[in-house]
């Protein structure tokens, strides 16, 4: 009887033990302590475990622990010596308009640090554990603002914190920008970065104070290797577009060379066909005989969304002339001409512009 007893005893003594223990580590009590605790201690792994935030993708855990330790870095608060509590004191506030959540006046004090700290701390209940005790978190208001607008090239892919922000996130298209609004985000920084075919991406860090509209809209740069391309397809299509000239070809044999625009077509073709009527004219025997290109360079660059190329082209022209009715006579002049076109990708295929040929000058 007596080992019965005092097993008993001991068992009750236990429970006791374990209702006390659940009921301190799963109190609102104790999820208050470890977030001002965390937060003091610049742990926003440890504070982001406390905390609720509504189910965003823009309110994950790496997006917390970035967002809080670039807004340390801005406060100059960040490498400090962590503070140490020597009091903590939390009391609930009547809240009847929360709803199921509590309010908490939360008052702590520094080791030494005279004065003492007052804050509001909102705690949300969440899943049942075990013997009915619930687990608690804080629901921190001034960690993230909502509904924040921001304006980005229509033509660009849009990454917010590493994430490509959806269309489901667009707000309105207009003017060759695109508006997006994220219903989430957290206070602090953030990257952003803006890619676009072709061009070299953007990127930017910013720091988030409060839900004002933002812009971005920067004038994204042609990578070289596209520079590259866009340059050697010009020089490619300057010496079809003089071969066939030469050789007396229709236009069809190099239209693929220009847009396929209508209106590009007919300005290129009455252009091309100028040069043709600049050449050996078997009728008089008069007329160029030859072109010879000595050297070309091309810029390539990135202008009010479009690609604009700047050919300078240096060329000996062979021309025959006559005098005195019968006679002829050859002569060669160097000449230097400087080609501006816009260049579009058509089919994969980087084409010229109608005023491609409009800098070659071949007057007699």
Known sequence: LRILIVNLSLFLILCAVF?????????????????????????????????????????????????????EKQDGTDGQETPEIKSFFMRRKQNPETGENRIYTVRYTLKGVSDSQEETLEIAAGDTVKWNFKEWYVVPKDSCVTDVEITVPADASFYLDGVQVGKKYLKETADNVSIYKIPYLFLGGHTIEL????????????????NSSMEFLPDLKLNDSIGKTIADRAEESLDKVFTAAAAGKSFSTIKNEFSADTAVQKTAKEQYQQLCDAYLNSDTNTGITSITVSSVSTTVTNESKQMKIETNVTAAIERRTRFLHFFRKTKIETVTWKLESVVTLENEKWVMGSDFLKGVELSK
Do not use: H
């Open 195 to 210: 890619t676009e075919k072709q061009k070299d991406p953007y990127r930017e860090i910013i720091l988030v104070q409060d």
């Open 19 to 71: 209702f006390m223990a659940g009921a301190y580590l799963y109190a609102p009590q104790a999820a208050g302590r470890n977030y001002v605790e965390a937060c003091l201690e610049g742990d926003w792994n440890s504070a982001y475990d406390v905390c609720q935030f509504p189910d965003s993708t823009f309110l994950s855990r790496k997006n917390y622990v970035n967002a809080m330790t670039w807004k």
